[in-house]
């Protein structure tokens, strides 16, 4: 009986969800101030990392900005300084457990407790799996998910502790369907969205409800990072819209983040589609990319 009841309410819950949502979808959201916030944002010197710091500087949150790359985390930070709030910029290698550590313990001391996570800092090889080298394939995994779960471990206890705080996962597309001669970064970034499926549900489990999280993923960026890239069906987005909808979905504590919105009905029919069909759909995209294909340089 009671398992009747529970299917009962649950089908309840589930028509009700979706009728708030459509009355939502008409409704402008509240968006959540982050003046004051202390704000980490990795993969800070380029590209989103560092469009995505200059909206949280107009907002007047505090900034620490990591990049591994010094003249560019410099940059981004001088830029936000003219803004008029607090920066604080340092070289850090997401890869590396130990300096993520040492460098989160060492802003506790300096600044005081980071209330917002954006873990942004990326790695990408294109290549066929036997042309990927094995340094390559581990960088990637260290970066682009081991990093976050080192990032969110040093960060979550005093976020519990005040049940407040916010965890943005930079992800991509990639991370919800794959695409060719990019096998580490596709299994990465689908590990990076398992991630953010997982710790929140482990944050409503744990009660901790104050704490959100956020998950970007977007098509192709034009990052620098990827070159020549191309597709006939998406478009190659810019870093300022990027950041734009990233920003806009952390202030609407938005939990998954996909650019353009269109993106995820796409990824619902590719569920229901079969393989005939889903291959047709890869041959019309076309996508292209340089990409190190049997040794050699390629565009695929």
């Keep these: 009986m009671n398992l009747i009841l529970d299917i009962l309410l649950l089908l309840v819950t589930i028509i009700f969800s979706y009728l708030e949502s459509l009355v939502l979808f008409f409704i402008p959201q509240k968006r959540k101030s982050v003046a004051g916030e202390v704000v980490l ?19 007047k949150s505090r900034l620490i900005l990591w990049d591994i790359n010094k003249h560019g985390v410099e940059a981004t930070a001088a830029e936000c300084r003219k803004l008029g709030v607090t920066v604080h910029a340092s070289v850090v290698d997401c890869s590396n457990r130990e300096e993520i550590y040492s460098s989160i313990s060492q802003v506790k001391k300096e600044v005081g407790e980071i209330t917002i996570v954006v873990n942004n800092a990326g790695a990408i090889y294109p290549a066929d799996l ?14 682009n998910i081991l990093g976050h779960f080192w990032i969110t471990k040093a960060l979550l206890p005093s976020m519990m502790k005040r049940n407040h705080g916010h965890i ?17 970064y596709c299994s990465s970034k689908f590990a990076a969205v398992g991630f953010h499926r997982a710790l929140t549900s482990e944050l409503e489990a744990l009660g901790k409800t104050g704490i959100k999280t956020s998950c970007l993923c977007p098509v192709f960026v034009n990052t620098g990072f990827t ?3 191309s597709t006939r069906l998406w478009p190659v987005l810019e870093t300022d819209r990027v950041a734009k909808s990233l920003i806009d979905g952390i202030l609407t504590n938005k939990k998954m983040i996909f650019v353009p919105s269109y993106i995820n009905i ?13 291959a047709a759909i890869s041959r019309v995209q076309n996508i292209q990319f340089e990409a190190v294909v049997g040794h050699k340089t390629k565009v695929k």
């Design 41 to 59: 944002i990795t993969g800070a010197g380029h590209g989103i990392g560092r469009l995505t710091a200059y909206e949280f500087a107009k907002r």
């Design 130 to 143: 036997l042309s990927a080298k094995d340094e390559e394939i581990l960088k990637t995994f260290e970066v």
């Design 168 to 184: 943005v996962t930079v992800a991509s597309v990639c991370g919800h369907g794959v695409i060719p001669y990019l096998i580490p």
């Design 227 to 229: 070159k020549n890239p």
């Design 266 to 278: 796409s990824l619902i029919l590719e569920k229901f589609l079969p393989e005939r069909a889903l």
